[in-house]
C-alpha cells in the first residue's frame, strides 16, 4: 500500500495540531520528496547517520522529533547541513518534523508515552495551557527516590543523574520530556516529591534543594525515543504502509 505525500502530511498536522503551538522551527513537511510514501522511518533526530539508514531501506519519508531550521540558526545551506539536505533531497525522502507538537499530543507523545512506560497516571498538564507540553501525576506503586530512579534505569536503559534524599517517598511526580529542566518550578509550584526531564543544568542542582522538590535528569534522547515511535506505529495502520523506527543511540 501507498498513500499520497499531501494526504499524510495534512493527517500528521491535523493529528498533532501543529497550529495550536508556538514552536522554535517549522512543524509538518520540512523536505519535499516523493509524491508517492510506501515506506516511512521514525527517529528522533534527522542526523546524517538516520538519513544514511533510511536510504538503505527505501524510505520514502523519514518522521522525526528534531528536524531542521531552528529558530536562530543559519538560513544557509552548506555544511553539514547541506549534507543532510542534499541526501534527502537526492534520495526522494521527504522529511516531516514534529517538535512541540510531538511532545504534548496526548496519547502519541512523547510525554504521554514516558509516563505509561514508566507507570504513571496523569492527573493534569504541567502548565496551564491548552496544549501542556509535561504533566503532572502519581506513581501507580508506592515507591522511593531511589526505586524510581531504578525503574528509569530499567525502562530506558541508562543510569539517570538523581539529585534528592533515595529513601524520600514519591507521591507526586511531574515530568517533561528532553532540555525542560527549568520546568522544575513549577513542578514545585504544584507540590511534586520529583520532577523527570531529560537534561541538568548547573542551576538545576540548587533548584532541587532549595525548592525541594528531587529531579532526575533521565536522558534528553532517552526521554524522547517514544513518540516517533508511537507515531509510525499508529501510521502503519492507519495506511497500511510500511514502518519502521530506527533508533540512533545518543548518550545526552
Known amino acids: 500500500m501507498s498513500v499520497q505525500r499531501d ?3 495534512n493527517y500528521c498536522n491535523e493529528l498533532l495540531n501543529i497550529d495550536g503551538f508556538k514552536d522554535y522551527c517549522p512543524n509538518g513537511l520540512q523536505v519535499e520528496g516523493n509524491s508517492s510514501i510506501k515506506t516511512i522511518v521514525t527517529g528522533v533526530t534527522a542526523s546524517e547517520a538516520l538519513i544514511d539508514k533510511a536510504i538503505e531501506v527505501g524510505a520514502d519519508a523519514l518522521i522525526v522529533h528534531h528536524g531542521y531550521f531552528w529558530k536562530g540558526e543559519s538560513q544557509r545551506l ?3 547541513k547541506g549534507n543532510r539536505i542534499r541526501k534527502l533531497m537526492t534520495s526522494g525522502i521527504n522529511l516531516l518534523g514534529y517538535h512541540l507538537p510531538l511532545d504534548a499530543h496526548p496519547a502519541l507523545g512523547n510525554n504521554a508515552q514516558l509516563g505509561q512506560l514508566l507507570g504513571f497516571s496523569v492527573e493534569e498538564g504541567l502548565d496551564s495551557s491548552a496544549n501542556p507540553i509535561g504533566f503532572i501525576g502519581r506513581p ?5 527516590l531511589s526505586q524510581l530512579s531504578i525503574n528509569i534505569e530499567q525502562v530506558l536503559g541508562r543510569t539517570p543523574q538523581v539529585f534528592g534524599d533515595p ?18 518550578t513549577q513542578a ?4 511534586c516529591d520529583c520532577f523527570i526531564s531529560g537534561e541538568v543544568s548547573e542551576q538545576t542542582f540548587h533548584q532541587s534543594a532549595e525548592l525541594g522538590v528531587a529531579y532526575i535528569a533521565a536522558g534528553h534522547h532517552a526521554t ?3 513518540g516517533a515511535k508511537a507515531l509510525g506505529e499508529h501510521l502503519k495502520h492507519k495506511f497500511e504502509v510500511d514502518v519502521s523506527f530506527i533508533d540512533i543511540d545518543n548518550p545526552v
Open 7 to 9: 494526504e499524510l502530511v
Open 78 to 80: 552548506t555544511g553539514m
Open 140 to 144: 501507580l506503586v508506592d515507591q522511593t
Open 167 to 184: 529513601d524520600r517517598k514519591i507521591a507526586k511526580v511531574g515530568w517533561c520530556t528532553g532540555g525542560a529542566q527549568s520546568y522544575i
Open 188 to 191: 514545585a509550584a504544584k507540590a
Open 224 to 226: 524522547e525515543r517514544y
